[in-house]
Each structure stands twice: as structure tokens, then as C-alpha cells.
């Protein structure tokens, strides 16, 4: 079982910065596809950011050179940086796990997410 904690939401003004941290328990932390997922009012699901297991980095297109993913798999954390926001960027940002199990059946997990906010 694995369970994922977000931190680090808030509310900011435009240009701002903030650091998102998911926190995970399990041991597989070290075999998952780590990523953020974001969610805004009245719109689907989109991924954010990902970081494999051999450390490539995957971003949205409109998060590019502003927001920077990373994870420490001794502590079981992923972060996302997240610089000069935009309106544009408020949602609530989820935490996800994704790895293989030893039959090759996928586990996905969430964590419960975190709200940012960004307006002036």
C-alpha cells in the first residue's frame, strides 16, 4: 500500500514561487514514475511534471524553464518547484505513484492534493 502526502500549497501573487512536497510511504517508492497532476476549476486533469526512475524529466509545455521536479527516494519525496507563477497555474496539484508490480500489473496512487493559488 502506498500512501502519498502533498504540502506546500498557497495562495501567492503573480511571479511568485512555491515548493510542493509529496511525502510517500511503502517501499516502492524507488521503482515508481513520480509526477504532479494538476487540476483547475471546470477542467480535466493534466499532467504537470514527471521524473522516472533513472531520473528523466518529463514537463508540461506551459510549465517549462518555470517549474523544476525532483525526487530523493531515501527520503521517499518528490518536490516540484514551481517559479514565477501565473494565474493561469492555480489548480489543485496532485501527487502521483505509478510502478509495476512482480506480475507486470500496474498500481497507481494519489495523494488527497494540494490547492495553489495564484492571483494579484
Known amino acids: 500500500q502506498v500512501q502519498l502526502v502533498e504540502s506546500g500549497g498557497g495562495s501567492v501573487q503573480p511571479g511568485s514561487a512555491l515548493r510542493l512536497t509529496c511525502a510517500a510511504s511503502?517501499?516502492?517508492?524507488?521503482?515508481?514514475?513520480m509526477s504532479w497532476y494538476r487540476q483547475a476549476a471546470g477542467k480535466q486533469r493534466e499532467l504537470v511534471a514527471s521524473i522516472n526512475t533513472d531520473g528523466n524529466l518529463n514537463y508540461a509545455e506551459s510549465v517549462k524553464a518555470r517549474f523544476t521536479i525532483s525526487r530523493d527516494n531515501r527520503k521517499k519525496m518528490v518536490t516540484l518547484q514551481m517559479n514565477s507563477l501565473e494565474p493561469e497555474d492555480t489548480a489543485v496539484y496532485y501527487c502521483r505513484s505509478r510502478f509495476l508490480g512482480a506480475r507486470g500489473q500496474e498500481y497507481i496512487y494519489w495523494g488527497q492534493g494540494t490547492q495553489v493559488t495564484v492571483s494579484s
Open positions: 511503502g517501499s516502492a517508492f524507488s521503482v515508481s514514475l
